[in-house]
Nanobody, 119 residues
């Protein structure tokens, strides 16, 4: 059974930092491209950051470039999102996503973790 479990969300003041983690089980992490998405109330889910299965290709949404860093540790079955200089507009539920690097139909989602940026 494949499981993606996010953690690390919470309430933080503007300008603060959080580190999200995604613990992956039930699949070979090194065979999957991994991403973080977020969805704010009343808005569509959007891609925040993505990292290829080998870790050599990384992309970020323009809105988080220079503030967020995605990383992966295939040996520890973990994907992380370091979020710095947080803004109120970063408030959303953050989801971990995994997609097989050859068979894209094999796609998995976590249940999400809430990030709230507020003073």
């Amino acid at each position: 059974q494949v499981q993606l479990v996010e953690s690390g969300g919470g309430l933080v003041q503007p300008g603060g930092s959080l580190r999200l983690s995604c613990a992956v089980s039930g699949l070979v992490l090194s065979a999957h491209d991994m991403s973080w998405y977020r969805q704010a109330p009343g808005k569509e889910r959007e891609l925040v950051a993505a990292i290829s299965s080998g870790g050599n290709n990384i992309t970020y949404a323009d809105s988080v470039k220079g503030r967020f860093t995605i990383s992966r540790d295939n040996a520890k079955n973990t994907v992380r999102l370091q979020m710095n200089s947080l803004k109120s507009e970063d408030t959303a539920v953050y989801y971990c996503n995994g997609k097989h690097n050859h068979y894209s139909i094999l796609e998995y989602w976590g249940r999400g973790t809430q990030v709230t940026v507020s003073s």
